[in-house]
């Protein structure tokens, strides 16, 4: 194929700009993998070295970039300038129609990249959430027992605490009442213990060195009784359920429910420990049973 030349000065618009640049030939054909002698017959205006069509277009593309050229304006220069068939084969804005389709096509696959990532990431940070949240999160405190909880799990019911023998005293002063016997006989029946002259008419644990609790139920409530270092109580009592504990040094009381019991110390009322629903623990002594008592 003869080389096709023109008097155009398209090889050297292309020269006078690698020259401007600085870039030699070698440069560029290391760059952009075009020989040596390709790219001086371009400068020359000899397009036989170059392929055809879009193939030849992509070498001007190619020399344009390495020169600080607009790509685009140099192949439509380059076409003006070779109106051949070896140049303008196929479409001649096919190279712009191929370069906005791949710029398109990058375009699309950056923003459904983008996409998976924006909705990617709340999944994620939502499962890690619910993940660290299900692996910390502590376990709830167990509360105080209440009557449903009692019903749930009931627990074991301990006997009643043994009676305690009355004293020899009383004995002596129930044996008077019954026998209609003058005191002092009562006086020689006890040795270890003489009875007073005027019997009280309470029972012996109103004496000094111990305490008498009553305690009624008035609705289903769960209670627990330490007496004296002992468990006496821990159930559930129903209504109208009355338990009655001596007490020498001292009582531990938990109730599920303050408002539902009602108690009494050495026969005197004491006043509520609390308000419905309201789980109360309390201490009761010789000392400090007076404090519970109601106002006179």
């Not at 890690?128 to 502590?138: D, E, I, N, S």
């Not at 167990?142 to 006997?159: F, G, L, N, R, S």
Request: glycine share 8%; net charge positive.
């Amino acid at each position: 194929m003869a080389p096709e030349r023109t008097s155009s000065g398209f090889g050297g618009r292309l020269r006078d700009a690698r020259e401007r640049r600085g870039v030699s030939l070698r440069q560029i054909a290391n760059a952009t993998k075009i020989s040596v002698g390709v790219l001086e017959a371009l400068e020359r205006n000899d397009i036989s070295k170059l392929p055809g069509g879009i193939f030849g277009r992509a070498f001007v593309r190619s020399y344009a970039i390495e020169v600080g050229l607009d790509p685009e304006a140099t192949i439509q220069d380059f076409i003006t300038n070779f109106p051949k068939d070896s140049v303008i084969a196929g479409h001649p804005t096919s190279d712009r129609i191929e370069d906005r389709v791949a710029l398109e096509g990058d375009r699309r696959t950056a923003g459904t990249f983008l996409w998976m990532i924006v909705i990617s990431v709340p999944i994620v940070v939502g499962l890690l959430y619910f993940a660290t949240v299900g692996r910390q999160a502590p376990a709830p405190s167990e509360p105080a027992p209440t009557a449903a909880a009692a019903v749930e799990k009931p627990a074991v019911q301990q006997p009643p605490p043994a009676p305690v023998p009355a004293s020899p005293a009383a004995t002596a002063v129930d044996s008077v009442a019954r026998s209609g016997t003058a005191a002092p006989a009562v006086t020689s029946a006890s040795s270890a213990a003489p009875a007073p002259a005027a019997a009280d008419a309470r029972p012996a644990a109103t004496s000094g060195d111990q305490l008498t609790v009553v305690l009624t139920v008035k609705r289903p409530c769960w209670v627990s009784a330490t007496v004296d270092g002992q468990r006496s109580i821990q159930r559930l009592l129903q209504p109208g359920e009355r338990q009655t504990v001596t007490v020498r040094r001292e009582m531990v009381l938990t109730a599920g429910d303050a408002a539902a019991i009602a108690l009494q110390f050495n026969g005197a009322d004491a006043r509520a420990l609390g308000k419905a629903g309201q789980v109360v623990t309390a201490r009761f002594n010789l000392t400090n049973y007076k404090e519970y008592l109601q106002a006179p």
